[in-house]
Structures are given as C-alpha cells and as structure tokens.
C-alpha cells in the first residue's frame, strides 16, 4: 500500500480534460468484503448544492453500479500513464465475470471505508448527492440518443461531493 498525503482542494491545479477524458480515471465502489472498479473517460469536476463535486455517467450495465448504488460513496482514482494497458481491461471485462482487479494486478485500499485503487497517484473520495437517469426524452439533439444509445442501456448521472483528496 502506498503513502498518500491529504490535498487542500484550493491549491489543486488539474486540467479534467486532460485528466478524465484523455488519461481517464478509475470509479471504485463497494466494502471491505467487496469492491469493484471501472474505467471511465466521461464525467467533470465542478460546484454544485456549495459543494465541491465530480459528477460521472455510469450505465445501467455496469457492475460497478450496483456497488454505488448500495453504499452511496465511490472514489475517482488517477493512475499514472504507466497503467494504461490496466485501464484498457478494467475497461473491458466485467467484475460480474471475472476478478479483474486482481488480474490486473492492481490493489483496492480503503480510505473511511471507501474502496480507491492504491496504484492512482491522485484519489478522488465521492459521496452520492443525487443520482439522474438520462432518459430519451431529454435530448434536444435527437442524434445523440442514436449514436450512443441504440441498445437502451442509458447512462445514471451522478453529482457527488469530493469529501477528501489523496495524492501521492
Ligand atoms: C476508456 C474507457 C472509458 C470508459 N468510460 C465509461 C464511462 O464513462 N461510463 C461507463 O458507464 N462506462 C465506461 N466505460 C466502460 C466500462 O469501463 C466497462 O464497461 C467495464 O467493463 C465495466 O465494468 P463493470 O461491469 O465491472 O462495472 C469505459 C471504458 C473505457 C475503456
């Protein structure tokens, strides 16, 4: 397990289209019994309810859904490039199939009883504020719901406060 050192949220200086949708991140859920991770290159960091938040879209298939669903909390974690190939299959395989985080090599460690993937070198810990189904009626362009929703497996909007950050 890694060192990590707490951050002060006002002296962070990260570029989340780089960070997110470039070098994506890992969503961590679940308890001390079980966790599951996902990679994910959609989602931001912003303000929202006074609150400093980072909101991710996670689709009704996902394993790890079931996780946030049942504990309310998850983590963003920020591996280094050197994990890419990691990322690629946490990616890919479903943890309802496999124990991809043990196949990968990669180690679950626990902050506050929230699951975070020890190999990131930046740890996001997330409470569920609200969680919003994207729905077909909601789009005001048509064509998105066609590119990316043909099989009807929509995405949960969820805005979570950033309770604690790690860095290491
Ligand atoms: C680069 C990349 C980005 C991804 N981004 C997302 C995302 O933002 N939301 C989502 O629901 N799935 C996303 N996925 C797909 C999930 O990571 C993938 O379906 C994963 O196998 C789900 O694992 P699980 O079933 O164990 O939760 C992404 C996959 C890759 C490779």
Not at 10 to 15: F, K, L, P, T, Y
Not at 50 to 73: H, P
Not at 95 to 112: C, L, Q
């Amino acid at each position: 397990m890694h060192d990590f050192q707490k951050v002060d949220i006002e002296q962070m200086e990260i570029n989340p289209f780089r960070m997110i949708g470039k070098d994506w991140m890992l969503v961590t859920a679940g308890n001390e019994r079980k966790a599951n991770t996902m990679t994910a290159s959609w989602g931001g960091v912003g303000i929202m309810w006074g609150k400093n938040v980072a909101y991710v879209f996670i689709r009704d298939s996902r394993f790890t859904k079931e996780f946030i669903d049942r504990e309310g909390r998850f983590s963003l974690s920020f591996p280094a490039e050197q994990y890419r190939k990691e990322m690629k299959f946490l990616g890919t395989v479903s943890g309802r199939d496999e124990d991809k985080i043990r196949e990968a090599g990669m180690h679950v460690g626990y902050y506050d009883g929230v699951p975070y993937i020890d190999e990131g070198s930046l740890i996001l810990i997330c409470r569920v504020m609200s969680g919003t189904p994207i729905r077909k009626e909601d789009f005001w362009d048509r064509a998105i719901d066609e590119k990316w929703y043909a099989e009807q497996d929509y995405h949960m909007m969820y805005i979570a406060e950033i309770t604690d950050i790690m860095a290491r």
